[in-house]
């Protein structure tokens, strides 16, 4: 789980390190993906470890990051 969150933060700071580059908003949108994606790890770790009321949270993060991943890949 931590190897997976800690390689989601280098894409997140590779796309905006492309950013800074080429000022292209095409690479905002993907660190926004990752952004989701590190979100759905976060509430899921934080679902089975800590308590089920993140559970609602976790599944929306899940959706939005779907259908964001799903539209923009």
Known sequence: M???YLLLLYFICFSF???YDTKSLR????AGKYFCSMCVTL???LTKNVS???QAVWICFAI???????TWD
Not at 27 to 30: A, K, R, Y
């Open 2 to 4: 931590i190897c997976n």
């Open 64 to 70: 939005i990051g779907t259908l964001y991943a799903w």
């Open 43 to 45: 509430f899921s770790l």
């Open 17 to 19: 390190r492309r950013y």
């Open 52 to 54: 089920s009321n993140f």
């Open 27 to 30: 690479h905002l949108c993907n």
